[in-house]
């Protein structure tokens, strides 16, 4: 249930408001806005006296939320969520936020040329898989603690923020301390307790749409990290499979739009795993900005032939040089 205040309501009739839901016993969350507050009630709300609490003084009105997802809608919470990295990267407002870098990282060196490189260039974030969640188990499965460790430290030097892969909350601990935003990947957004125990640490995440996952499964995959207190979430659309075989995956620019629409969450593309090649990579890249992304990842390497990971679909320093022109 959604409580929205008259934009002229006092923060008496605001508390008013807010401790009568609490007697009940429900949970009420303050969700302020630039024009009004709004309070949003979680839980069983069909014993909420519907009447009662539109006559208070200062309530506009009082809408119940219909869809299964709640924190994560635009009905819960009208205006677009913000996600502060720091003072220049913040993810869902004008200025789209562009994520660079290796799909794995294989030595500090490539890693420190690359994210030089890519920082010149205009990106806002490096990214860098330590933890490869790979198909295979036969494929190269990441560098581990070693990579986190330098990826930290290439940050820091070249001066961006750094976003890598979780895959075991066994490592917790290590995200903690390494990295400025934790990234869930496609393979793990149906992971309910890995979810939950990455909100806990209380990062800025990055959660990527599962494979095969509809539109209301992704959402509720953020609803449980909302859930748990943390709501500095940034959803990615990372394609999805189909029939078509043509192309890796398939990039759901509908279902981003229809994201723009429902969730007040920043939401951004991943042209690189949505292709799986690289000449693909930059018209899915400015179709997604065009139909409402506020940012993208895309994957660069020094040499993408010689890739450990994700060769055929990494752009080389000079396409990604005329992407970012383009863009
Ligand atoms: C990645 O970003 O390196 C990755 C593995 O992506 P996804 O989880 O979307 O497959
Ligand atoms: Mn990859």
């Known amino acids: ?27 009420p969350q303050r969700l302020p806005g630039a024009q009004r507050t709004a309070i949003g009630v979680m839980g069983n709300t069909s014993f909420v006296d519907h009447d009662r609490i539109v006559n208070f003084p200062g309530v506009k009105e009082v809408i119940h939320v219909t869809k299964k997802y709640k924190l994560v809608s635009r009905e819960y919470n009208p205006e677009d969520t913000l996600v502060k990295i720091n003072d220049e990267v913040v993810f869902g407002g004008k200025k789209p936020i562009i994520i660079a870098g290796p799909c794995a990282i294989e030595s500090k060196e490539q890693l420190l040329k690359i994210a030089k490189t890519i920082k010149k260039l205009g990106a806002h974030m490096l990214r860098g898989g330590a933890y490869k969640p790979r198909t295979s188990p036969y494929s190269f499965q990441g560098m581990g603690e070693e990579a986190l460790k330098m990826m ?14 979780i895959v075991s909350i066994a490592d917790l601990d290590l995200f903690k301390k390494y990295v400025d935003m934790v990234q869930i990947g496609s393979r793990n957004m149906h992971n309910f307790d890995l979810l939950q125990r990455v909100a806990a640490i209380g990062k800025p995440i990055l959660l990527k749409r599962g ?11 953020a609803e449980y990290i909302l859930n748990r207190g943390n709501p500095n979430v940034v959803l990615c659309e990372r394609g999805i499979r189909t029939f078509e075989t043509s192309t ?9 739009a229809l994201i723009r629409r429902e969730s007040h969450l920043p939401i951004i593309a991943d042209p690189s795993h949505s292709a799986g090649r690289y ?4 018209p899915l890249a400015k179709a997604s900005l065009v ?24 752009l080389d320093f000079e396409t990604f040089k005329s992407l970012m022109q383009e863009l």
Not at 2 to 21: E, F
Not at 250 to 255: H, K, P, S
Not at 279 to 282: A, F, R, T, W
Not at 293 to 300: D, P, S
């Open 1 to 27: 249930m959604l409580i929205v205040m008259q934009n002229t309501a006092t923060k008496r009739q605001i508390d008013d408001v807010v401790s009568t839901i609490e007697k009940i016993g429900l949970k």
């Open 211 to 221: 494979m095969s996952a509809t539109m209301e499964e992704f959402l509720l995959a």
């Open 291 to 314: 139909a409402g992304a506020h940012g993208l990842i895309v994957e660069v390497h020094n040499n993408p032939k010689e890739a450990l990971s994700d060769g055929e679909q990494s």
């Open 279 to 282: 000449d693909l990579v930059s």
């Open 152 to 165: 930290h430290d290439v940050g820091k030097e070249v001066g961006l923020p750094i976003v890598t892969e």
């Open 248 to 256: 890796r995956n398939i990039l759901d620019l509908n279902t981003l």
